[in-house]
């Protein structure tokens, strides 16, 4: 029979309707051939039962059924062409083995084989092929050219060749698997998946060098920046200290004031961007090795290995996001001075306006803190929006996690509730206005808040994704993420209280570490359409102890 399927064409086994080769054919009336989930699609979209080539009309729409003849025709043109192609060809075979395919028969010098049996899963010398030429049980044997490692070619459970690759499952089919176990699948041939997955892989590589050169160069422009920001440090100090030497009577608090705030924050400066530049050298170093295995996998010529080694060879390390982090203290270091250059004529004059300002560059980042806590509103948690296993307060300012029974499910769920997140909303929503509220989270191990616009889902897993309509921030252990992108840092270290400040018409929502006045995140440009409700989810215990409560504290409690 291989004989005669090799006077065919490609042509003849393809689709009329998906291009590609039959998986399960079946024939209408009329004569012509199809896949049958082609087929049935198309009749499932066209108000009328017609044959798509001939386009003959059936009053009745046919009772398909699987042409074996065809099927087995097809499945032994798909062989042949697996077995004639570059990745089991014989001299392939030698460049990746060093040598020819050797018979398993011969005891002495083993001779080189001639053909593989695919039931006996034995490769044959011609002395000892002959019995499958002469015994009437071994002529019906499947015979193809010699293959190395043949029983990892083999579908076990069929001992037929892999000739066909499931995209869902992402495995390897024989025909017999195709046509019983992934009926209704995506199921290509193993040229073609090959050929698919290698370009996906290069696209993979080139995302993955991106990165690394992405990194290389904020590390490259994070050290530069702190080895200026240190000259600018240093010559200002000595200015300063050079100019107020000749009034150090009156000026040694002051000079020594402003030597310790500068230092004291470019020391704090450097370690945040030390930290910064161990965790993207950390990355580098995982990226780099990840760049390795993609290279090697890329250069894997045996279609089949690649295929079993890809679908875990895409996996990219978590990552933080890039754009959350930059130094730039110049223009601090700047201002300070020129204070202390317009100062110094006037210095007695003066004294006590300088060290305002120096008091004032000290605290500068709470500025931006001092601007958004005015507009601070009264929240109360809405109970009936809290899921079943969360503890609201008597006051409605506390929510915590409880170990409860799992039977909560048999109860009458309120409409309102989250069913799957352990979150709560709060009681008031609020639109076109800018409104501000804080939390406690003390030394919870995982907590999450945001706000969440009125139709969040409820029921059910919530999406992180950016159209979940819920922008918030989710701390674990001792970093942070956005709801909408796991996986990416934005932020490193432990916050006490954090604060929310939303404005609505400018499209933007803000977290900050109120201790000590530092921005976390910020998601800006949105356009909203809803009212938005503070968001509060104090999670469970999965990263250690956290049964403490999440508190809506008022902003004139700050130490």
Known sequence: MASNVTLLSEEQFLCPICLDMFTRPVSTPCGHNFCISCLTSYWDNEPICQCPVCKEKFERRPNLKVNTFISELASQFMLLQVTDAHIWSPDQLKANTGGAVLCDICTDIQQE????????????????????????????????????DLEDRLCREHNHLHVLFCRKDKVLLCDVCA????????????????????????????????????????????????????????????????DLTALVSEIQKSQTELVEVMEKKQKAAEERADG?????????????????????????????????????????????????FSFDRHVEIQHIQKCLVSSVSQLRMLLN??????????????????????YEVNILLDPDTAHPLLIISDDRKQVRYSMGSGLWGLQNLNPNMFTEHLAVLGQRGFSSRKF??????????????????????????????PSSRLWAIWFLEDKFETFSSPGVFIYFGKVERVGVFVDYNGGVISFYDVHTATLIFSFTDF????????????????????????????????E
């Open 527 to 558: 356009v909203f359409t809803e009212e938005l409700y503070p968001y509060l989810n104090p999670c469970d215990n999965e990263y250690g102890s956290n049964l403490d409560p999440m508190v809506i504290v008022p902003v004139s409690h700050i």
């Open 436 to 465: 501000y509220f804080e939390v406690f989270v003390g030394q919870k191990t995982e907590w999450c808040v945001g706000v969440a616009m009125a139709s969040v889902q409820r029921r059910g897993a919530l999406v992180r994704s």
């Open 179 to 242: 046509s019983s176990q992934h009926v209704n699948h995506d199921v290509v041939p193993v040229p073609r998946a090959y050929k698919e997955m290698k370009d996906l892989l290069g696209d993979t590589e080139a995302k993955v060098q991106q990165m690394i050169q992405e990194r290389q160069q904020k590390v490259q422009a994070m050290t530069e920046s702190v080895k200026q920001s240190k000259r600018e440090t240093k010559d200002v100090i000595a200015y300063s200290v050079q």
């Open 353 to 374: 306006n300088m060290n305002t300002e120096i008091n004032s560059f000290s605290a500068s980042e709470d500025a931006t803190l001092r601007y958004v806590r005015q």
């Open 276 to 324: 910064f530049i161990s965790s993207v050298e950390q990355e580098l170093t995982e990226l780099q090795r990840t760049a390795v295995k993609l290279r090697e996998l890329k250069q894997t010529e045996d279609q089949l290995r690649f295929l079993q080694n890809f679908p875990n060879a895409s996996h990219l390390p978590p990552i933080m996001d890039l754009s959350s």
């Open 113 to 148: 084989a001639v053909k593989s049996c695919v039931e006996c899963l034995t490769s044959y010398c011609n002395v000892h092929l002959e019995p499958h030429h002469r015994a009437a049980g071994l002529k019906r044997h499947k015979l193809v050219d010699p293959l190395e």
